[in-house]
Every structure is written in structure tokens, then in C-alpha cells.
């Protein structure tokens, strides 16, 4: 059983939970059916209730809950119509939000996605080098750990396990590509995500509004909780994160043209520039600073409206954040959060023992030009290479445990330098783009990542090792 706090989190910020939860193909037939425009605020309420005390129902007690049976997209149409008939009604405000990151779950993309990663998932073999399937894998019966023959039936010795693995081996034959990944987070998710803010937004308009979370919405016998203004900053600091973190999943070509050694050489080849900014990177790098620094001034506020709130109600008992924080641990969060801000905002002094020589070093540090002036192509970053790749399998490493078999699956990655001396061995951006603003030469990076020319070899190689 879940605990009131628990679900009441989950009612507001339901969006990662709802995502990787909708995993059907069935009709969306589930719940309760919401009601017109024109019925009145409290029943609206009601019903939306209704709705979540199913959907609860089908987690906590359906063995496969198809969450996208929950179709929320008319619930959220009925919010935002009463809002605009009534400008200002925070409730119809913080349905819409709610409802919005609900609605996500009848996303079809996003489904047929998570519906693929499960099955990739439950095949041990998502994102993992795999061995080819060979023709035959007779006399290996102890190498699966599931039935291997009907003999009753006549079925061959070790069919059933040659099948198993050549389905796993096609269920990843075609594995999702981050641009399919990010196509989902652009036309479904940020859309979600925007319009939850937005509403927000529309809620924290009204500084007094109080929200109440029947014991129904939630499936508990228990008194309401009180969801205020400090809840509510909680909420939007937290949409705005998720959003920046979004903003910056869609600012670069990330994909691979696949999740083995060959996907491997094609990261590391310099001239195909990975991790490039999309054409509008720079656009999104910068949204992202924009809504981190939103994030802060929210939670910010959100401290203030917490410390308020304990003074005017000590009894904390049902208030969705309690909290028995002194003064002393309020200013000691503002300070933090304060900080975070101060740090993103320019140039900053770091203090810390960054060589782990037991003494203070001192950094120059521009955080805001991760965003302000993003890296085009990690691998730009380094002098200029060439890379080999040879694929091995580790034997020291195959066991026999409750009937699996286990091998680790190797590539041996060859960096050779087209620098022929340390001299000449030089990085193009030591700076990072400004990011170390105060390392302006070669001799200053080397000098303080520590490297000299008695460590420089030409040729570098190093293992790569999955253990399957």
C-alpha cells in the first residue's frame, strides 16, 4: 500500500511515472467518463477524482496496469474550456496542469517506444553488444536455463532455445535511435510539459489559492491534505527542470547508426563531429539556462512561503510538504540555492583540491557558457586522432551461474595520435569554450590536468567490456 504522501506526489507530479507505465495497445476504455464544460467546478472535481481512485485502483491492484487505458485528454479540454470562460479560476488552472502531463499517456510514439525498450529490456540485451546467433546450439542445453526439448512431441533438442534467442536477437535487429527518442520528447512531450507550466503559472497568479486532495482522488480514508503555494512553487520549479533537461536531450545529434563496435567507432571518429549541436541547439541550450534559472527563483520562493507556513501552522499534519526545519536550516537552503544561481550567472573563483595533492587549487569557472556558448562535437575538444576497433571475447570471464551462461564482450579501442611528439600534441580549446575561462593555452591545460611529456605515448588502447 502506498502511503498518502506517496500518492498525492504521484497525482502531481505524475509525468516520468505515467511515461513509463502506458504500455498497451488496448482502447482507451478505462475510467471513469469526465463531464461537460458546463457542469460546475466542484463536479468537475469530482469526477477527475473518480478518475485518479481508478487509475489508482488498476496500479495497486491489476498484475500488468495499462495505465493508457486512462485517457485524460478529454479531462484536460474540460479544465482549459472552464478557464476560458472563467479568466483566473486557479482550479481549472491546476487541472489543466495536472492533466496535461496526464494526457501523455496516449501518445502512441511514446508507447510503441517503451514498448520496445521493455522488450529489449526483458531480453537482457538492450543497448549491449551481443554474440551473432549461431547455426545450431546443440549440446549447450545448460547454457539457456529454460526448457530445451519436447520430446513427447518431437520437437529437435535445443529448438526452443535457438528460437528464443534468435527473437531477442530481432526484437533489437532495428533498436530505437535517440532522434526517434528526441522526435517524442520535441512532439509530445515538450508540447505536455510547456502547457503544464503555463498553467502553473496561471495558478501561482493567485497567491492564497489552496487545493485539497480528497481522500477519493487518492484511494485513503484519511483526512484531505492541503496542497498551498509552497506546493505549488514546488511544482512549477520542478517543470521547469524536467523542461531544461528536455531543452538540452534535443540540442544535439546524439544518434548512432548502431549499439555495438561499430556504433562505438563512429562516436569516436572525429570527422563525424558526434554530439553536434541540431540546428537549433544553441536555441535550446540556451532555454534550458533560462528555465534552471526560473527553477531556483521558484524554489527560492518556495523556502520562503515553507518557512512562513510553519510559523502560521505548526500543526503540519496535512500539509503535502511537512517539514520541522528551524531558521537556521532555511537560510542554510536559500544560501545553497542562492549559490546555484551566483555560479550560473558568470565567472566564479571554485576553491577545491582538484589534483587530490591535499591542497587547495583555485579554478576560474563560467558555468553559464555550457549554455551561453555550447560545445560543438565533444571530440573536437581533443588533438586531433585516429582510432582503431577490434572486437574480442574475454573467456576468463565465462561462468556457469543458475544455468546462464555469461561472457564479456569486448573491443579493443586504439587511439593513435597524428601528433608525432608531445610538442606538437596540442588541444584546440582549452578553455572548453569558456567554461575554464583562466585556461587560455595548451600549456595551461596540460599544466593542470597534469600531463607531461614524460606520460605522452603516440598509441593509447584501452578495453571496452560488457558483461552479458
Excluded at 87 to 114: E, H, R, V, Y
Aim: glycine share 4%.
Amino acid at each position: 500500500m502506498q502511503s498518502k504522501i506517496t500518492k498525492v506526489l504521484i497525482c502531481l507530479l505524475s509525468a516520468s511515472l505515467f511515461i513509463f507505465g502506458a504500455c498497451s495497445e488496448d482502447d482507451t476504455t478505462g475510467g471513469p467518463t469526465p463531464p461537460t464544460v458546463e457542469t460546475d467546478m466542484d463536479s468537475i472535481i469530482v469526477a477527475f477524482g473518480a478518475m485518479m481512485q481508478a487509475m489508482f485502483d488498476s496500479m495497486e491492484y491489476a498484475e500488468n496496469p495499462q495505465l493508457d487505458n486512462f485517457d485524460f485528454s478529454q479531462m484536460h479540454q474540460i479544465f482549459v474550456n472552464y478557464e476560458n470562460l472563467n479568466p483566473g479560476n486557479p482550479q481549472a488552472s491546476f487541472g489543466a496542469a495536472i492533466t496535461s502531463m496526464l494526457s501523455i499517456t496516449q501518445s502512441q510514439d511514446l508507447n510503441d517506444l517503451i514498448d520496445t525498450i521493455l522488450v529489449m529490456d526483458e531480453s537482457g540485451m538492450f543497448f549491449k553488444r551481443h554474440i551473432p546467433l549461431p547455426d545450431k546450439v546443440s549440446g549447450t542445453g545448460a547454457m539457456i536455463g529454460f526448457p530445451t526439448d519436447f520430446e513427447s512431441s518431437g520437437v529437435e533438442k535445443n529448438f526452443l532455445a535457438q528460437t528464443n534467442l534468435a527473437l531477442a536477437s530481432l526484437a533489437i535487429s532495428n533498436p530505437p535511435k535517440f532522434s526517434e527518442i528526441q522526435a517524442i520528447i520535441r512532439n509530445d512531450l515538450m508540447p505536455a510539459i510547456t502547457s503544464a507550466t503555463t498553467y502553473m503559472d496561471h495558478v501561482l497568479d493567485v497567491p492564497n489559492y489552496v487545493f485539497w486532495v480528497t481522500p477519493e482522488m487518492i484511494g485513503e480514508t484519511s483526512d484531505s491534505i492541503e496542497v498551498d503555494r509552497a506546493d505549488f512553487l514546488t511544482f512549477a520549479a520542478g517543470l521547469r527542470v524536467v523542461k531544461s533537461f528536455f531543452h538540452m536531450a534535443i540540442a544535439y545529434d546524439i544518434d548512432l547508426p548502431s549499439y555495438d563496435g561499430a556504433g562505438l567507432a563512429y562516436m569516436l571518429d572525429q570527422s563525424n563531429n558526434w554530439m553536434s549541436l541540431a540546428d537549433d541547439g544553441e536555441t535550446q541550450m540556451s532555454s534550458a539556462k533560462t528555465g534552471f534559472l526560473e527553477a531556483i527563483t521558484f524554489v527560492d520562493n518556495a523556502l520562503t512561503a515553507l518557512a512562513a507556513e510553519l510559523i502560521s501552522d505548526p500543526d503540519q499534519s496535512n500539509e503535502l510538504i511537512v517539514t520541522d526545519w528551524t531558521a537556521y536550516d532555511f537560510i542554510e537552503a536559500h544560501v545553497i540555492i542562492d549559490s546555484v544561481q551566483f555560479y550560473m550567472s558568470g565567472t566564479q573563483w571554485v576553491v577545491a583540491d582538484f589534483d587530490n595533492d591535499g591542497f587547495a587549487d583555485s579554478l576560474q569557472v563560467d558555468a553559464a557558457n555550457l549554455f551561453d556558448n555550447p560545445i560543438d562535437g565533444i571530440f573536437s575538444l581533443l588533438p586531433p586522432y585516429s582510432t582503431e576497433i577490434s572486437s574480442f571475447i574475454d573467456t576468463t570471464w565465462i561462468s556457469y551461474d543458475y544455468n546462464i551462461f555469461y561472457v564479456d564482450t569486448c573491443d579493443m579501442v586504439t587511439i593513435t595520435w597524428d601528433a608525432n611528439s608531445y610538442e606538437e600534441w596540442i588541444f584546440p580549446n582549452p578553455s572548453i569554450n569558456g567554461i575554464f575561462p583562466g585556461i587560455t593555452t595548451d600549456a595551461d591545460l596540460k599544466e593542470f590536468i597534469e600531463v607531461t611529456a614524460l606520460d605522452w605515448e603516440k598509441t593509447i588502447s584501452f578495453d571496452l567490456c560488457i558483461f552479458e
